[in-house]
């Protein structure tokens, strides 16, 4: 796989695009890949510190950063790479004896609930009658029937019930928008500051490839009725 990330012919000439989560690891390299793109006009990188800034967890902050950049619209990308999996300075719980109730309804505020009002409130930006598409950075531990070991009681739940979200959101918004790709992502294991705890750097990718792929991947998406689960190869991921 080359880690030169591809132009997106899918989108047409002189498209623009929003990453939000910018400041991360795989947002930036989302936010490199898209500038190396000579279709890409504008990318546009929204964090908590960017202006204007989105706090997940503020949904004012969310709808008054879409609409002070809903005045260049249409976006024909828009890539949501938030996403947490310690909460509180805590890792992800192996055993039902380690769940607590703040820790999981924090890891669905950020994973799911924050991740489903970015959509309610950006899909607008979209183009109506154009090729689009809206990806949301997901997790293989979020694919239930994938599950085999069990644990991570937080993520993979709060990873399901994002899914199950894009799920429903792109039904309801391929009806307006025949054209729209809406895809979550399994990006692989980056280095990053959310895997660097749980695996050493040598055993995890660099952000820049994993994006690469991720790019190539969502270029080469068709439209259909529904979400899409991919990974940074290319491959379907069971729900």
């Given at each position: 796989?080359s880690?030169?990330?591809?132009?997106m012919?899918?989108?047409?000439?002189?498209?623009?695009?929003?990453?939000?989560?910018?400041?991360?690891?795989?947002?930036?390299?989302?936010?490199?890949?898209l500038?190396?793109?000579?279709?890409?006009?504008?990318?546009?990188?929204?964090?908590?510190?960017?202006?204007?800034?989105?706090?997940?967890?503020?949904?004012?902050?969310?709808?008054?950063?879409?609409?002070?950049?809903?005045?260049h619209?249409?976006?024909?990308?828009?890539v949501?790479?938030?996403?947490?999996?310690?909460?509180?300075?805590?890792?992800?719980?192996?055993?039902?004896g380690?769940?607590?109730?703040?820790?999981?309804?924090q890891?669905?505020s950020i994973?799911?609930?924050?991740?489903?009002?970015?959509?309610?409130?950006?899909?607008?930006?979209?183009?109506?009658?154009?090729?689009?598409i809206?990806a949301?950075?997901?997790?293989?531990?979020?694919?239930?029937?994938?599950?085999?070991?069990?644990?991570?009681?937080?993520?993979?739940?709060?990873?399901?019930?994002?899914?199950?979200?894009?799920?429903?959101?792109?039904?309801?918004c391929?009806?307006?928008?025949?054209?729209?790709v809406?895809?979550?992502?399994?990006?692989?294991?980056?280095?990053?500051?959310l895997?660097?705890?749980?695996?050493?750097?040598?055993?995890?990718m660099?952000?820049?490839?994993?994006?690469?792929?991720?790019?190539?991947?969502?270029?080469d998406?068709?439209?259909?009725?529904?979400?899409?689960?991919?990974?940074?190869?290319g491959?379907?991921?069971?729900?």
């Amino acid at each position: 796989m080359s880690d030169i990330p591809p132009s997106m012919s899918s989108l047409g000439e002189h498209y623009q695009a929003i990453v939000i989560g910018s400041r991360g690891a795989i947002g930036g390299a989302f936010v490199r890949g898209l500038q190396l793109d000579p279709r890409c006009t504008k990318v546009i990188g929204v964090s908590r510190s960017s202006v204007p800034g989105l706090d997940l967890q503020d949904e004012s902050s969310i709808a008054q950063c879409a609409q002070l950049l809903k005045a260049h619209a249409p976006y024909a990308l828009i890539v949501d790479a938030t996403g947490a999996l310690a909460m509180a300075g805590k890792g992800p719980e192996k055993r039902l004896g380690d769940l607590n109730a703040d820790q999981l309804l924090q890891a669905f505020s950020i994973n799911a609930v924050g991740p489903a009002l970015v959509l309610k409130h950006f899909v607008d930006l979209m183009p109506v009658g154009a090729p689009a598409i809206y990806a949301k950075l997901s997790a293989r531990v979020g694919s239930i029937s994938d599950n085999r070991k069990g644990g991570w009681y937080g993520y993979r739940a709060s990873k399901a019930a994002l899914n199950m979200i894009l799920q429903s959101a792109a039904l309801e918004c391929t009806r307006l928008r025949p054209q729209l790709v809406l895809a979550a992502l399994q990006p692989g294991t980056v280095r990053s500051d959310l895997s660097a705890p749980f695996v050493v750097a040598q055993d995890a990718m660099d952000p820049d490839a994993a994006v690469a792929g991720l790019l190539t991947t969502l270029n080469d998406l068709s439209p259909q009725r529904g979400a899409q689960f991919v990974d940074y190869r290319g491959q379907l991921i069971a729900w």
